[in-house]
Nanobody
């Protein structure tokens, strides 16, 4: 199983980015996918998740600004981020569950991508 996260970069506060997570080696349409992030000196933090059927859940910090979506044909999950803040600066990781139901807990995810850096300048 391979998860490849991309789309990170440097953006000014108030800007937007779209992260992508391309998955291979699993039955993608049956898997829930989550996004987590880790800021320097902090623990992993749940950001958003999407179930196999398209149900979504967001951390309070992401609600209203981030949108998670999936394209099962392309085997890709997206995280559209708008109104970015300096506190959104972190390495963003995507992860896949073995099951279709979403979870906010990182230990429920079996496979992890390598992460993509998001830096928001003030």
């Amino acid at each position: 199983v391979l998860l490849q996260a991309s789309g990170g970069g440097l953006v000014q506060a108030g800007g937007s980015l779209r992260l992508s997570c391309a998955a291979s080696g699993l039955t993608f349409s049956n898997a829930a996918i989550g996004w987590f992030r880790q800021a320097p000196g902090k623990e992993h933090e749940f950001v958003a998740a999407i179930s196999w059927s398209g149900n979504t859940f967001y951390a309070d910090s992401a609600k209203g600004r981030f949108t998670i979506s999936r394209d099962d044909y392309k085997g890709t999950v997206y995280l559209q981020m708008i109104s970015l803040k300096p506190e959104d600066t972190a390495v963003y990781y995507c992860a896949s569950r073995l099951y279709g139901t979403l979870s906010t807990l990182e230990d429920r995810y079996a496979y992890w991508g390598q992460g993509t850096q998001v830096t928001v300048s003030s």
